[in-house]
T-cell receptor, first 113, second 112 residues
Framework: DAGVIQSPRHEVTEMGQEVTLRCKPISGHDYLFWYRQTMMRGLELLIYFNNNVPIDDSGMPEDRFSAKMPNASFSTLKIQPSEPRDSAVYFC???????????FGSGTQLSVL | QKEVEQNSGPLSVPEGAIASLNCTYSDRGSQSFFWYRQYSGKSPELIMFIYSNGDKEDGRFTAQLNKASQYVSLLIRDSQPSDSATYLCAAGLSGGSYIPTFGRGTSLIVHP
């Protein structure tokens, strides 16, 4: 398996623009997580899905953030409109079952100017 | 609010020494604990997990769990420069609602 695949690897955009991050989890994994990592706050859980259903989105910072998982092999995290404080590395991770290890994608480095 | 606390470091040890990384957690319901290693510019990767009180050894790595004290540690024996990375501690529940919570990580530097 190719592992968790994220795209793009790097995204540079201007404030106010819409940003869409994409993730393909490992086939057969029931859980998908979106994390954001910054120096100040570390690795923060934004939202996670179980069998394509959002279970907990309490970590989503505000209404500008939304996430979807239309099928078992694809998820998106959208920021609209983007702001400079959204600049961070966004990781997608998947897990076969709850309580087990997370497999992380390579991350998306987002810079909002 | 579930929290996982780690000393940010950096922790600097000489090559060949034992590196000791520590972590405390606030949620007494946490039952599964993980140590992830993250090299600069890379994604976290799991190196150890532990569910039961006591020690768990895997090669040069030993994870220690003390649920009464809500304390988890990672020992790295015979530290190598290639062990230089940030080590993230994570705590989660093994049943029910599972939300893995990560500490901010401890930076380890192993110098030759």
């Amino acid at each position: 398996d190719a592992g968790v695949i994220q795209s793009p690897r790097h995204e540079v955009t201007e404030m106010g623009q819409e940003v869409t991050l994409r993730c393909k989890p490992i086939s057969g994994h029931d859980y998908l997580f979106w994390y954001r990592q910054t120096m100040m706050r570390g690795l923060e859980l934004l939202i996670y899905f179980n069998n394509n259903v959002p279970i907990d989105d309490s970590g989503m910072p505000e209404d500008r953030f939304s996430a979807k998982m239309p099928n078992a092999s694809f998820s998106t995290l959208k920021i609209q409109p983007s702001e400079p404080r959204d600049s961070a590395v966004y990781f997608c991770a998947s897990s076969p079952r709850q309580g087990e290890k997370l497999f992380f994608g390579s991350g998306t480095q987002l810079s909002v100017l | 609010q579930k929290e996982v606390e780690q000393n940010s470091g950096p922790l600097s040890v000489p090559e060949g020494a034992i590196a000791s990384l520590n972590c405390t957690y606030s949620d007494r319901g946490s039952q599964s604990f993980f140590w992830y290693r993250q090299y600069s510019g890379k994604s976290p990767e799991l190196i150890m997990f532990i569910y039961s009180n006591g020690d768990k050894e895997d090669g040069r790595f030993t994870a220690q769990l003390n649920k009464a004290s809500q304390y988890v540690s990672l020992l790295i024996r015979d530290s190598q420069p290639s062990d230089s990375a940030t080590y993230l501690c994570a705590a989660g529940l093994s049943g029910g609602s599972y939300i893995p919570t990560f500490g901010r990580g401890t930076s380890l530097i192993v110098h030759p």
